[in-house]
């Protein structure tokens, strides 16, 4: 059944006249013959929710996957649409398909997690962008003059401008433009310093260390430090490897348990 209304009933060209048919529907029980009639309803409305999805089209996802996101939406309408209400389909039909959508992009699309107020900031900011465009020629609008034309802060603006920037990312491996033959982005990003963790450990031992005597700390300094072997460091003392051993691990020793006994 696609029985059109007249203009006057229906303002868009795709508002199929389906009164009738739905207060059949709300009369019919469960059984095939309720499941054909929605099933005819749903068609007769599908141009609808086509035409909602295009005024998506331009944000990065697939027109197609867009239609099927609509018609789901419409097919929820048309499962909770009460004619007893008064309403027209259309009026209630519009803003729960478009309310699919926009919950579509904000599930399954923004690469991080964006709350709602600053994805409403990001499309405030962006018709802003898109709108500016037209009379400022040349450079990009300025944040003042976004916060003008979308009558918002300017610190609110500069939110909606680097939520743009968080749709979507770049792969850590994706290459740029640059050096030789370009470079990949996680080669841009440090890594953490190895040596950080023996930062607290250096800091705890640091007082008792200069409480030793002078030659135990030269035989830790040597030994640690300047990575000489205890054969080196007995030859420079003059004093035999097994001392330097004994005396090497008396100090490591002491200073453990005086580390741990300060921790305590």
Same mark, same amino acid.
């Given at each position: 059944m696609r029985n059109r209304a007249s203009a006057k009933h229906h303002p868009h060209h795709d508002a199929p006249d389906t009164a009738d048919a739905f207060r059949r529907l709300a009369a019919l029980p469960p059984g095939p013959q309720r499941d054909r009639l929605r099933s005819q309803v749903v068609e007769a409305w599908l141009p609808m929710a086509d035409r909602l999805a295009?005024?998506?089209r331009s %944000?990065?996802?697939?027109?197609?996957?867009?239609?099927?996101?609509a018609a789901?939406?419409?097919?929820? @309408?048309v499962d909770r649409y009460? $004619?007893?209400?008064?309403? @027209?389909?259309?009026s209630y039909a519009v803003p729960t398909v478009t309310?699919?959508?926009?919950?579509h992009f904000r599930d399954h699309l923004w690469t991080l997690h964006v709350p709602r107020r600053v994805q409403d900031l990001r499309n405030?900011? %962006?018709? @802003?962008c898109q709108d500016l465009s037209q009379t400022v020629?040349?450079?990009? $609008?300025?944040?003042a003059e976004i916060a003008e034309h979308a009558q918002l802060g300017e610190d609110d603006v500069r939110t909606g401008l680097e939520a743009l920037e968080s749709y979507t990312a770049l792969s850590l491996d994706a290459e740029l433009p640059g050096g030789e033959g370009g470079y990949a982005l996680a080669d841009t990003l440090g890594c953490a310093d190895p040596a950080l963790d023996t930062v607290v450990d250096r800091e705890a031992v640091r007082p008792r260390l200069a409480a030793l005597p002078e030659r135990e700390r030269a035989i830790l300094y040597m030994r640690f430090f300047a990575d000489m072997t205890q054969s080196r460091i007995a030859e420079q003392l003059g004093i035999s490897q097994m001392h330097v051993s004994r005396l090497i691990s008396h100090c490591c020793n002491r200073l453990r348990e005086q580390v741990l006994r300060d921790v305590a």
């Open positions: 295009g005024r998506f %944000r990065g996802e697939n027109l197609e996957d867009l239609r099927q996101v789901l939406g419409l097919v929820k @309408a009460d $004619p007893e209400r008064g309403h @027209a389909f259309e309310g699919e959508i926009k919950r405030r900011v %962006r018709f @802003a020629v040349g450079r990009r $609008p300025t944040v």
